[in-house]
């Protein structure tokens, strides 16, 4: 089952590079993980960054972690075990480019599924281009968004992507009956340290006016 939640069509813009930066082993290169978020699919999600990304999308809210040396490679093991499945309803997997370490991601969705969490994937990849591990970790996932991002086409007002090229797919018959209500979705964390990070897709009067009040 592949539903499409936006119809409109997209292209490839490039073709895939660099698709086996995995570290293996059990484990997979995070920028940063979200304990607890509501804007990056349905109910509340930890949310996972993974490090590296070749595509190099124009204007990419996420250049930082685009280098594939970056990050720390983390037991997915221990990723799971902290998740408490009661409190949480799944993981949400983006980056960076979850698909270009196709066997780890792989890994941590066949986890999570085992562990009853739902699961949602970005990839800047389009099914087509994708093959062997790559295409078997999406069409595992509950939900995916893919298509690159396309500055050329940023639309805030969408709900789970950045431009309107990209899609949301359904991929299982848990989210079957999902209605995607379109809107902008922004979430100010705090860590221990008092650090404030905003995610989602803010605006930059937001921006600025959080800014102001810190």
């Excluded at 979200?34 to 999308?57: D, E, F």
């Excluded at 009956?177 to 009067?205: A, F, I, Q, S």
Aim: hydrophobic letters at 35%; charged letters at 30%.
């Amino acid at each position: 089952m592949m539903t499409p939640m936006d119809e409109r069509k997209t292209t490839s813009d490039s073709s895939p590079r660099k698709i086996d930066n995995a570290p293996g082993g059990g484990e997979i290169r995070v920028a940063k993980i979200i304990p607890r978020s509501s804007i990056y699919g349905p109910g509340r999600r930890v949310v996972i960054w993974v490090q590296g990304c070749s595509l190099g999308c124009e204007g990419c809210w996420n250049e930082d972690i685009w280098p594939f040396k970056g990050g720390e490679s983390i037991s997915i093991d221990s990723i799971i075990e902290s998740i408490d499945s009661d409190e949480i309803e799944g993981i949400t997997i983006l980056g960076g480019e979850p698909l270009q370490q196709p066997k780890s991601t792989l890994e941590l969705i066949n986890k999570a599924r085992s562990a009853g969490l739902s699961t949602m994937l970005y990839t800047g990849f389009e099914p087509h281009e994708l093959s062997g591990p790559a295409s078997k970790a999406l069409l595992l996932s509950d939900i995916a968004v893919v298509g690159r991002y396309r500055e050329s086409e940023r639309d805030i007002g969408l709900r789970w992507r950045g431009s309107a090229n990209q899609r949301v797919l359904i991929l299982s018959e848990r989210y079957a009956d999902l209605k995607l209500d379109e809107m902008n979705e922004v979430e100010v964390h705090m860590d221990e340290e008092g650090r404030v990070e905003l995610v989602g897709y803010p605006t930059m009067g937001l921006i600025r006016d959080l800014e102001t009040r810190l």
